[in-house]
C-alpha cells in the first residue's frame, strides 16, 4: 500500500476519534452520557440509524453477495419500511412519554421486574456476541489480503472505538457516525465510477446491465413461496418485517440513536428518513458487487479469492493440479471476453449461450480449486465470497482510493461498534445493575459505572473477535444470530403493547420455551433464517396466550 493510502487511512482513523472525544468533551451527567442530551437532529438520528445497522460487515459482504447471487439480496430489506412506519406510530411516541434510557425499562411497568431482565439477558447475549463479529469480520479480511496480524487487527479497531465511546457515550457515537457515513457514501461511490470506468471500449452501465441479465445477476424479485429459499419477496416483508420491527424497535443499540433526539417529531423523521434510503443503499451496495462481477469478465478473476487459500494450496503437493487449473481458466477467460464484448454489441442468443457454457465451465473449475484447498488443510474455509470486494480494491483500485476504501471499511466497523458498546453498557448498567444489584446510588456512581462497562463490553468483543471464526458470508452470520433471538423479544413487546389481559408469568415461560424451540428448529431444520423472526414472535404470542388462558381458568 502506498504512502498516500496509508495517510489517508490513518489521517480518517485520528480524524473520526479525535471528532468524537472533541464534540462530547462537555458530557458530564449520566443523562448527557447515555441519551446525548436529547440534542440529535433528524438527520443525525437517520445517519446514526443506518450507520448503526450498516456495519463492516456490509461493505465486505454485501458487494460479495452481488457478485454471487446478484441482487435477491435485497429483498431481506422489503419489511423495513413497513416496520418504521409502524414504529414511528407505536413505539416513539411510548419511549418519549415514559423517557426511558433503554427500550426493557417499559417491560417492567408493564410486566414486572423479571420480564424486563428477561429481555436486557437476550438482548446481552446476541448483542454482545455481534459486538465481536462486527471486529473480528473485517480483521480477518483485512489481514488476510493485507499481511496484517488478525489479532493486532482487531486490537486496533476496538481501540480506536473504545477511546472515544468511552469518553463521551451516546454523543460521541452520534457525531462520529455523521462523518462515517459520509467516508462510507463517498468510498462506495467512487469506486462504482471507477468500475464504469474501467469497461472496455466505453461500455457503459447499460452494456454492463445487459451482460449482467445474462448470467442471471439483475432479478431483485422472486415472488416464489419456499420455506427454505432465504430470500424472497414474501420472506422480506413478512420475515424481513418482524426482524426490523424487532431490531430497530427493542434492540437497544437502535434505540439508543433516536430516543436521543430532540423531540419525538425529530425522532420520527429520523426513521422515515432511513425508512426511504436503506433499500436504496443496500440495492447500491449490491449492485456495485454486481458490477465487480461484470468487471471480471474481461479481466481474469481470482481462481480463489481468498489469498490465504491460494498460499496453503501452493505449498502443498497438489501445487501442479492447481496451477494447471488456474491455466486452464485463463484460456476461458480469454475467449469470455471477447464473446461478451460481442454480446455486448448484438444481444445474439447463440452467443450468450456459448457465454454461459464457458461461465459454467468457469464454475466447475473453481469448485475443483476449492476441493484442492480442502485436501490441502481441510479447516480452510472455502466460501470466499467476503473476499470479493476487498481483493478488487486492493488489485485494481488507484492510489488513494485504496486508503479511503479502507478507511470506509474501518469507519463502518467503528461506527457499528461503537453502537453496540454504547447500547450494551446502558442496558447492563440501567436494566440489571441500578435496579437489581445497587438501585440507591448517584448519577455520578452510574456515569462512572457506565463507562466502566462500556470499556469492559469492548474488552470482551475484542477478545471474542480475537478467538472468532469464519462462518459462510459474515452479513448472513449476523442475522442469522438476530433472528434467532428477535423474534422472542418481539412477541414480549409485541404483547406488552397490544394484549393487556396476558401477565407477566405467562410471557415470562412462554418467551423461555419459545426461544429454546427457536434454537432447537435452527439446529435441525433448514428453515431459512428470516422465517425465525415469525416462528419465534408467533411462539411468544400463542403459548402465552395459552398459558394465561389455563391461569384464568384455574383462578375461576
Not at 447515555?34 to 448503526?52: D, F, K, P, Q, Y
Not at 460487515?57 to 439480496?73: E, K, M, N, R, V
Not at 473485517?138 to 472505538?161: E, H, R
Not at 433516536?258 to 422515515?272: A, P
Request: net charge neutral.
Amino acid at each position: 500500500m502506498s504512502l498516500i493510502d496509508w495517510s489517508i487511512l490513518i489521517g480518517t482513523l485520528v480524524f473520526i476519534v479525535v471528532i468524537g472525544v472533541w464534540k462530547s468533551r462537555s458530557n458530564k451527567a449520566l443523562d448527557g452520557y447515555l441519551r446525548g442530551g436529547n440534542e440529535a437532529s433528524w438527520w443525525t438520528i437517520g445517519l446514526g440509524v443506518m450507520a448503526t445497522q450498516a456495519s463492516a460487515i456490509t461493505f465486505l459482504s454485501t458487494p460479495g453477495q452481488g457478485y454471487a447471487d446478484g441482487l435477491g439480496f435485497v429483498q431481506f430489506y422489503f419489511g423495513l419500511p413497513i416496520a418504521m412506519i409502524i414504529l414511528c406510530i407505536t413505539f416513539v411516541p411510548l419511549y418519549y412519554k415514559l423517557k426511558v434510557y433503554t427500550a426493557y425499562e417499559f417491560l417492567e411497568g408493564r410486566f414486572d421486574l423479571k420480564m424486563r431482565v428477561l429481555t436486557s439477558f437476550l438482548f446481552l447475549i446476541q448483542r454482545g456476541l455481534a459486538a465481536g463479529i462486527t471486529i473480528y469480520a473485517p480483521a480477518i479480511i483485512l489481514s488476510t489480503i493485507m499481511g496484517w496480524n488478525l489479532k493486532i487487527t482487531c486490537i486496533v479497531i476496538g481501540v480506536l472505538v473504545i477511546i472515544y465511546t468511552v469518553s463521551g457515550g451516546t454523543k460521541a457515537v452520534n457525531v462520529t457516525q455523521k462523518y462515517q457515513m459520509l467516508i462510507i457514501m463517498l468510498g462506495m461511490f467512487s469506486t462504482f465510477y471507477i468500475l464504469l470506468d474501467g469497461l472496455p471500449n466505453n461500455m457503459g452501465f447499460s452494456g454492463a446491465w445487459t451482460l449482467a441479465d445474462l448470467h442471471g445477476k439483475t432479478q431483485a424479485l422472486d415472488f416464489n413461496f419456499d420455506w427454505n429459499n432465504r430470500y424472497t419477496v414474501w420472506s422480506g416483508i413478512t420475515g424481513g418485517l418482524f426482524l426490523a420491527l424487532s431490531y430497530f424497535g427493542t434492540d437497544q443499540s437502535q434505540v439508543q440513536r433516536y430516543i436521543s433526539g430532540q423531540s419525538i417529531r425529530q425522532s420520527q423523521l429520523g426513521l422515515i428518513f432511513n425508512a426511504l434510503f436503506k433499500i436504496p443503499m443496500q440495492y447500491f451496495i449490491l449492485l456495485t458487487g454486481v458490477m465487480v462481477f461484470i468487471f471480471y469478465q474481461f479481466t481474469t478473476a481470482p481462481l480463489f479469492f481468498n489469498p490465504a487459500g491460494e498460499v496453503i494450496v501452493k505449498e502443498s503437493p497438489y501445487a501442479d493440479q492447481y496451477r494447471e487449473l488456474e491455466n486452464e481458466y485463463q484460456m476461458i477467460q480469454d475467449e469470455k471476453s471477447a464473446l461478451s464484448l460481442d454480446y455486448v454489441n448484438s444481444e445474439n442468443a447463440e452467443v450468450g449461450d456459448q457465454i454461459m457454457a464457458l461461465n459454467r465451465d468457469q464454475l466447475k473449475l473453481r469448485e475443483e480449486a476449492k476441493s484442492l484447498i480442502s485436501q490441502a488443510d481441510p479447516l480452510t474455509e472455502t466460501n470466499d465470497k467476503d473476499y470479493v470486494f476487498i481483493r478488487y480494491i486492493i488489485q485494481q483500485l488507484p492510489k488513494g482510493i485504496i486508503g479511503l476504501l479502507l478507511a470506509v471499511i474501518f469507519s463502518a466497523a467503528m461506527s457499528s461498534t461503537a453502537a453496540e458498546l454504547n447500547a450494551l453498557s446502558t442496558t447492563t448498567v440501567m436494566d440489571i445493575y441500578k435496579r437489581v444489584f445497587n438501585p440507591s446510588r448517584s448519577s455520578e456512581h452510574y456515569l462512572f459505572i457506565s463507562k466502566a462497562t462500556t470499556f469492559l463490553w469492548g474488552i470482551i468483543a475484542i477478545l471474542f473477535a480475537t478467538l472468532g471464526t469464519l462462518f459462510e458470508n459474515l452479513i448472513q452470520l449476523v442475522n442469522i444470530i438476530g433472528s434467532i433471538f428477535y423474534g422472542t423479544i418481539l412477541g414480549i413487546f409485541l404483547i406488552a403493547f397490544y394484549i393487556k389481559w396476558i401477565r407477566a408469568n405467562a410471557v415470562f415461560i412462554a418467551a423461555i420455551i419459545a426461544e429454546l424451540m427457536v434454537i432447537y428448529f435452527y439446529m435441525t431444520t433448514d428453515i431459512g433464517f428470516l422465517w425465525f423472526n415469525v416462528i419465534g414472535c408467533g411462539l411468544v404470542i400463542i403459548m402465552a396466550s395459552i398459558i394465561q388462558w389455563i391461569t384464568n381458568m384455574k383462578k375461576a
